[in-house]
């Protein structure tokens, strides 16, 4: 094995300095040659692709009842929120609680008694509203907190004026056209959360069920006002 070293003047040894400097300026070359590659395999070429036309997005447009598609919800939702709107549409999905529940070899028997026992094991109905029959779930409008019958311990608890004045149940199944009002917001008072909007129902309009919320009824206390204050009599002069 030979040995490299760098003289100086009269063949004496080179200064430490020097042969750092040296190596310094070798090693650049040899690092260049190591890393430099295969040449590249695929080459320039002038062949145009012919991409498809960007689909035009439009709204649909406004409706004459003044409802709100599902579309512009989407869209334009968050000047809309924290507001009360209708919004017109087909059922693309429904919550059954016993679907949800129902464990491998359960018969609809099984399933009933289990939910009678166990009501809280049921999520708040809710379904999903869009633009056509066929809209995607994840293209679709919550609809949530929407009215359900009384469970079997709340009609053994409650009052017979309490079950006479419960919230009207709306039908409604996958496919039917409606007119849903309620209010749009990103969470419901009872803890559903969507960030692109979701609807807390108020009433809707089943068309195709020709069914309709009932207006309030009179006799509900919870639709009284307050009976009015008498002012206090006069101070004793």
């Known amino acids: 094995m030979s040995t490299f070293r760098v003289l100086g003047r009269a063949g004496a040894p080179a ?8 190596l310094a300026a070798m090693l650049p070359a040899c690092a260049k040659d190591q890393l430099k590659g295969p040449a590249a395999e695929v080459k320039a070429h ?10 035009p997005f439009e709204m ?31 059922v693309t999905w429904v919550y059954d609680c016993p679907t949800a529940l129902r464990q491998p070899g359960w ?13 809280d094991k049921c999520q708040r109905p809710k379904f999903y509203l869009g633009d056509a029959p066929d809209t995607p779930p994840e293209r679709s409008l919550w ?8 469970n079997k311990l709340e009609k053994q ?38 960030t692109d909007g979701l609807l807390v129902y108020e009433s809707l309009n089943n068309i195709t069920e020709n069914w309709q919320t009932p207006p309030p ?21």
């Open 107 to 119: 018969t609809d028997k099984q399933v009933a008694a289990y939910i009678d026992e166990n009501p």
């Open 15 to 22: 200064h430490p300095f020097a042969l750092l400097a040296v």
């Open 60 to 90: 649909p447009p406004p409706s004459t009842d003044g409802s709100h598609s599902v579309k512009e919800l989407r869209v334009k939702g968050r000047k809309m929120l924290n507001t009360k709107l209708t919004v017109k549409g087909f």
């Open 217 to 237: 009824n009179p006799d509900d206390p919870r639709n009284q006002a307050p009976p009015a204050t008498r002012p206090p009599p006069p101070a004793a002069q």
């Open 157 to 194: 608890r409650m009052s017979r004026d309490q079950l006479r004045f419960w919230q009207a149940v709306p039908p409604y199944k996958t496919g039917d056209e409606m007119v849903v009002s309620g209010e749009f917001r990103l969470s419901s008072p009872h803890s559903e959360r969507n």
């Open 46 to 55: 002038n062949v145009k692709l012919d991409l498809p036309a960007v689909p």
């Open 143 to 150: 609809v949530v907190d929407v009215p359900r019958p009384p």
